[in-house]
């Protein structure tokens, strides 16, 4: 049964850098048929895509949030990592870690349970 | 960038009835198109993938339908399980992702 359990802190001060590790349960992060990626939902808003990884390392961004992420994989601790710098209150929301399928489509299959991450001093 | 447009934003309807929500597409995005279902607290789940098939174990009463920019969505027969918001996402202009704003349902 495959889980993906995202950690990291809850208050994170503005433009400081919002650190979140998701760890995969149940498959291997090294699979070629999906991807690994991050989307947020800000309170009570709908979803945004951060961006994704492959296990290779090989990355890709929203546009609108690139110039301030940066996505990592560790496949010995099957474990991807998000990090989203100078952060402000527009931040806030809850991050969803996810994999991707990226076979016959490409549609998410499985989340996490959600982290909210709150930007205040 | 692709946009997505949902609508309605919000609907009200009643136990039984039937329910449409469409997406447009700001460019043709052919049919890779999802759709998920978001209860309140909790992480979407896809419903529906490339425009119209149903993913493994979801209820025969949701369908989907469309290709290039317009989509449609539709529960045949609203149950009071169905209460949630759904999204509508485009996976042409990879690698984004995009997620439709969104309609929430709720029983009349």
């Known amino acids: 049964q495959l889980q993906l359990q995202g950690s990291g802190p809850g208050l994170v001060k503005p433009s400081e850098t919002l650190s979140l590790t998701c760890t995969v349960s149940?498959?291997?992060?090294?699979?070629?048929?999906?991807?690994w990626g991050w989307i947020r939902q800000p309170p009570g808003k709908g979803l945004e895509w951060i961006g994704g990884?492959?296990?290779?390392?090989?990355?890709s961004y929203n546009p609108s949030l690139k110039s301030r992420v940066t996505m990592s994989v560790d496949t010995s601790k099957n474990q991807f990592s998000l990090k989203l710098n100078s952060v402000t209150a527009a931040d806030t929301a809850v991050y969803y870690c996810?994999?991707?399928?990226?076979?016959?489509?490409?549609?998410?299959?499985?989340w996490g349970q959600g982290t909210l991450v709150t930007v205040s001093s | 960038d692709i946009q997505m447009t949902q609508s309605p934003s919000s609907l009200s309807a009643s136990v039984g009835d039937r329910v449409t929500i469409t997406c447009q597409a700001s460019?043709?995005?052919?049919?890779?198109l999802n759709w998920y279902q978001q209860k309140p607290g909790k992480a979407p789940k896809v419903l529906i993938y490339?425009?119209?098939n149903l993913e493994t174990g979801v209820p025969s009463r949701f369908s989907g339908s469309g290709s290039g920019t317009d989509f449609t969505f539709t529960i045949s027969s609203l149950q009071p399980e169905d209460i949630a918001t759904y999204y509508c996402?485009?996976?042409?202009?990879?690698?984004?992702?995009?997620f439709g704003g969104g309609t929430k349902v709720e029983i009349k």
């Open positions: 460019q043709d995005i052919r049919n890779y």
């Open positions: 996402q485009q996976y042409d202009n990879l690698p984004s992702l995009t």
């Open positions: 149940g498959d291997s992060i090294s699979s070629t048929s999906y991807y």
């Open positions: 490339d425009a119209s």
């Open positions: 990884v492959y296990y290779s390392g090989s990355t």
């Open positions: 996810a994999r991707v399928i990226r076979t016959v489509a490409i549609f998410v299959t499985h």
